[in-house]
């Protein structure tokens, strides 16, 4: 039995979404990030602050490796 996702859940794997979705050039994997990414979206009722939080997470955590 799978446990059911959690908003916590949703929100990094749609962290994770948008960084395939923005750092590739294959059509196919951008496709499906974006039919991904709108499923999480509306699966779990997420709004635009939610969405924003997820983008400057991404932003510090891809920052974070500029400093090593």
Do not use: P
Not at 29 to 56: F, P, T
């Amino acid at each position: 039995m799978q446990k059911k996702e959690t908003k916590k859940d949703a929100l990094i794997n749609l962290t994770l979404l948008f960084f395939m979705k923005n750092n590739t050039k294959d059509e196919k994997l951008i496709d499906l990030a974006a039919h991904l990414i709108g499923e999480i979206i509306a699966d779990h009722k997420l709004s635009d602050n939610d969405i924003l939080k997820v983008y400057r997470k991404l932003n510090q955590f891809i920052k974070s490796f500029d400093d090593e």
